[in-house]
């Protein structure tokens, strides 16, 4: 039986001040071994983004296949706001699934989606939009720059920027957080010729950003997912799972996958250490305020600008002979180029 009328029928939706939503997949199936600092991290990661955002952000957090005393502790953090959206599934979907349960809802223009063990620094927020709004043609932008990512999935930038002067290699501004992060992925070192030079564009207003973007932590256009796959994927890791669902959604409306010239975040892995506490302990309160987003660059759908860049060009460029001419033309010494193409 319906009783009254429900106070809720007919009542407009608040307009939402956030233009930027923060998505993070969870997966602690326990805590002790592997994952036992696992939490920790997480909360260091959840934190750090309140801490440094300079916008009114919103965060997502989808626990997939985490445990039950994880799953208590997650609810607290929502009743304490530092989360805004909270979805629980009890069985593990698999880490893209799991973004899509709220990436298909998201509102917002932009769309940061980011490992659960990654530590924003102050000024990622900042230095991402800055790169967005110099270069609009911009897909995705990752506040943290990783070592050869020249030629992954950027030959339309190599197009574009053949024969520009804007397009060169330049010294890493920040060797000692790329080491970091080879040993964050298992490296015990990273040698110079890593971290010697990277790929870079610079815009006409000065902005250097870094070609290529990666996985763990990257901000996207929301427009790029209209061109994402409709279905779920099969993968519950890996496979082509992100390729598909990330990767190619940039390429496919013409968008550029760039990085920060500057390292504005650290993936931390799953062993808690002293500078992780010593830089989180660190971070500096922003203040938060609206941010003019909306203003970018709509990108669109450019079906022949995607063949010929990634089935054509690509071709063209890696011809061994024709590459190596390119890439000492846009500033490798000899010596570097070997090291690179090795």
Same mark, same amino acid.
Not at 189 to 217: P, Q
Not at 226 to 237: A, C
């Given at each position: 039986m319906r009783k009254g009328k429900n106070i809720s029928k007919d009542i407009l939706l608040p307009v939402s001040d956030s233009n930027h939503r923060i998505i993070i997949p969870l997966y602690i199936p326990n805590e002790e071994d592997y994952y036992k600092d696992a939490f920790t991290i997480f909360t260091y990661c959840l934190t750090s983004i309140h801490k440094t955002s300079i916008s009114n952000i919103k965060i997502s957090v989808i626990s997939n296949g985490s445990c039950s005393s994880v799953n208590a502790k997650l609810f607290q953090l929502q009743e304490e706001k530092y989360i805004d959206e909270l979805i629980i599934e009890k069985e593990s979907i698999g880490k893209v699934?799991?973004?899509?349960?709220?990436?298909?809802?998201?509102?917002? /223009?932009?769309?940061?989606?980011? #490992?659960?063990?990654?530590?924003?620094?102050? #000024?990622? $927020?900042? $230095?991402?939009?800055?790169?967005?709004?110099?270069?609009?043609?911009?897909? %995705?932008?990752?506040?943290?720059?990783?070592?050869?990512?020249?030629? /992954?999935?950027?030959?339309?930038?190599?197009?574009?920027?053949?024969?520009?002067?804007?397009?060169?290699? /330049?010294?890493?501004?920040?060797? $000692? %957080?790329?080491?970091?992060?080879?040993? %964050?992925? +298992?490296?015990?070192?990273?040698?110079?010729?890593?971290?010697?030079?990277?790929?870079?564009?610079?815009?006409?207003? $000065?902005?250097?950003?870094?070609?290529?973007?990666?996985?763990?932590?990257?901000?996207?256009? /929301?427009?790029?997912?209209?061109?994402?796959?409709?279905?779920?994927?099969?993968?519950?890791? +890996? +496979?082509?799972?992100?390729?598909?669902?990330?990767?190619?959604?940039?390429?496919?409306?013409? +968008?550029?996958?760039?990085?920060t010239y500057g390292n504005y975040a650290y993936h931390l892995g799953n062993v808690l250490e002293d500078w992780m506490t010593e830089k989180h302990t660190g971070l500096k309160e922003e203040v938060k305020k609206t941010q003019n987003i909306e203003t970018l660059k709509v990108l669109s759908d450019r079906p022949f600008y995607y063949f010929f860049t990634e089935k054509v060009f690509k071709k063209f460029l890696r011809y061994p002979v024709l590459c190596r001419y390119i890439l000492k033309r846009k500033g490798l010494s000899e010596k570097q180029l070997n090291d690179l193409l090795q």
């Open positions: 699934n799991s973004i899509l349960k709220a990436l298909r809802t998201a509102e917002e /223009r932009l769309v940061t989606i980011t #490992d659960a063990d990654v530590l924003f620094d102050n #000024d990622w $927020e900042k $230095e991402v939009l800055d790169v967005f709004n110099a270069f609009p043609k911009a897909g %995705s932008v990752s506040p943290v720059p990783v070592f050869r990512t020249h030629f /992954r999935l950027t030959y339309n930038i190599w197009f574009d920027n053949l024969f520009s002067s804007r397009l060169k290699f /330049r010294p890493v501004k920040d060797p $000692e %957080s790329m080491t970091l992060f080879a040993n %964050s992925i +298992g490296w015990p070192w990273l040698g110079l010729k890593y971290k010697d030079v990277i790929a870079t564009l610079k815009s006409k207003e $000065e902005t250097i950003a870094v070609l290529g973007s990666s996985h763990f932590v990257c901000t996207y256009k /929301r427009e790029v997912f209209s061109k994402m796959p409709k279905d779920n994927t099969i993968y519950k890791l +890996g +496979g082509d799972s992100e390729h598909l669902y990330t990767d190619l959604p940039v390429l496919k409306l013409g +968008g550029y996958r760039l990085a």
